[in-house]
């Protein structure tokens, strides 16, 4: 994965085929035309629960239909930071009891939660010239 800087506040991500495309907040001195970094990280959470639910359903040929799954965090104001995050799957009336479980395990098995709850990976940060030395 490349990071440019294409102008502004603005931080692409250059990911195989894909451009992922950042934005700081006007407030934080950009146009908010895109995500923010930490809004991508949040959502990321919530939609990779969502395809273990999506698959879960394909596999068993229940109806996704109706299916929502709403997402929030509760905050430690001192660090900023979440305490927690919770994930409510709501479902039809009509969706089987009997899979309701079943449902909430497929989404915990999503890996970007749980890479966050084994702490991993460790993280390194180096530096190196982008010249071509000769």
């Known amino acids: 994965m490349e990071i ?3 102008g502004g506040k603005r931080v692409d991500a250059l990911y195989g085929d894909f451009t992922i495309r950042t934005d ?4 934080g001195g950009g146009e908010g035309s ?23 359903c394909q596999h068993h040929d229940l109806p996704a239909e109706g299916i929502t799954l709403y997402q929030n965090a509760e905050w430690d104001t001192e660090t900023r ?20 479980n079943a449902l909430v395990r497929s989404a915990e098995q999503c890996t970007v939660k749980k890479h966050i ?17 000769r």
């Open 4 to 6: 440019v800087f294409p």
């Open 24 to 27: 700081q907040c006007v407030r």
């Open 34 to 56: 895109e995500p923010e970094p930490f809004d991508l990280f949040f959502a990321s959470l919530g939609t990779c629960a969502g395809i273990y639910v999506l698959s879960f």
């Open 81 to 100: 930071m979440f305490q927690k995050l919770k994930i409510d799957i709501r479902v039809p009336a009509t969706f089987p009891q009997k899979y309701h």
């Open 117 to 133: 709850a084994k702490g991993l990976p460790e993280f390194e940060v180096t530096i190196s010239s982008s010249e071509v030395i």
